[in-house]
C-alpha cells in the first residue's frame, strides 16, 4: 500500500499543496481540546467566577484561540494563509475538566481543520497558563479533530 502525504513532493522535499485548481466551497471545521484540572481546582474557579488575578479565564482563554486560529500559517509552515470568515468557541466546565470547541469557518479553496485545532489547542494553553498557580498538575488530555465539512472528503469523528 502506497501511502501519499500532501505535503511531500515526488523527490520527498516539503512544499504547500498546491490548491490553484480548486473551487472555492464553504469550508467548516470543529476541533476540540480537554484540560484536565482537578475538581478542586474547578470549584475554586467556578466560585471566584473563574476570575484571578490575571483576568477572566475562560474569556481570555477565546481570545487567545481566536488570534491563534488567525495566525495559523505562521506557526504551522506548509498551511496557505486563510482569512476566516467566523472562528467561534464553546466551553464546556465539567466536574474536573474544561472542553474548549473551537468551531472556524470560510468559503475557500483548502480546508480550515488547521485553525481550528490551532484554535482549540491555544485556549487550552491558556487555560493552563492562568491556571498553573493554583496547581502544576494540570494536563491537557488530548486536542482532536471532532469535524470538517466542504471539501473533498467530510469527516466526523
Known sequence: MSI????????????????????????????QSIVYLG???????????????KGSILQTAVIAGTMAAKKTSDLIPLCHPLGLDSCKFETEVLADQIVITCICRLEAKT???MEALVG???AALTVYDMCKSVSKGIVIKETKLISKSGGKSDFKA
Do not use: C, Y
Request: no cysteine; net charge negative.
Open 120 to 122: 482549540a489547542s491555544v
Open 4 to 31: 501519499d502525504f500532501s505535503h511531500l513532493q515526488s523527490d520527498g522535499t516539503p512544499g504547500m499543496v498546491d490548491v490553484s485548481s480548486k473551487n472555492e466551497t464553504v469550508r467548516e471545521a470543529k476541533a
Open 111 to 113: 480546508g480550515v481543520e
Open 39 to 53: 475538581a478542586e481546582i474547578v470549584q475554586h474557579f467556578e466560585a471566584a467566577g473563574w476570575q484571578n488575578k
